[in-house]
């Protein structure tokens, strides 16, 4: 049913010829004249106290468990950016900018920022996995040393599956706090991020679990599914009455 649902969403965009050049992102959340896709993902565990975000006072998230983290996509290009909201907070934010903040990657030598979207295809997956594995590598001068493993597999969440590529690091220990520990999975099909659990502890303990909950493409798109099934449904019955006859 998800991979029937996902292919109407798709056809009902390339009908509507509102699909971007591009290929390196999953077309249906590329903003249009339509508007803008939201992605939601449910905050399964949280600091209980507020996080400041980045350092030119920006200001602090205060999240609860069980509360919905929403991203409203601006751009889906080679710069991702859109509306972020986490509890009482909003920002307009690049991806980077996110992973960084929420800590989804890994800051090493080489950052691993992957954050909330990535890009798709075989190409593109094969990069990201490059730079996990030389974001955590041994080297001098890289203090987020560590051991990341990848894989393709599927993670399911919330009942239904994903086929997704999925990274685990772990630092090696530092002499001060708990060492980072992040697990991140995202769909293959869309490059959204499936499900999260990283931790850290430097002064207080950090540590955030995030799935995905719902994408919700503009209002308009859902009419065009909605009519996009319509007339697949009128083809088959009329497809059957003729042969039939």
Known sequence: MRGLLIAFLTLCFLTAGIVASSDDYYQPLVPSQLGNTIVNWRIVEVPEIAVQWGWTGEGAWLAESGSIMSFTIITLDEHITGNLKIGNFTIEVNNTDAARELVLGV????????????????????????????????????????????????????????????????????????????????????????????????????????????????????????????VFAIVVIVVVVVKRK
């Open 107 to 230: 800051w090493g030598l080489t950052p691993f920022f992957p954050g909330l979207i990535v890009a798709i295809g075989q190409d593109n997956l094969g990069d990201l996995n490059d730079t996990a594995y030389a974001s955590a590598e041994r080297v001098q001068g890289n203090y987020m040393n560590g051991t990341v493993e990848s894989s393709y597999e599927p993670v399911v969440v919330g009942g239904t599956s994903y086929d997704c590529i999925v990274f685990d690091y772990e630092q090696d220990p530092t002499g001060y706090g708990e060492p980072q520990r992040t697990y991140l999975a995202y769909d293959t099909l869309t490059g959204v991020l499936v499900r999260a659990n990283t931790s850290v502890t430097i002064v207080n303990e950090y540590i955030l679990v995030l799935e995905i909950q719902s994408i919700l493409p503009p209002g308009p798109a859902m009419l065009l599914i909605v009519g996009g099934l319509s």
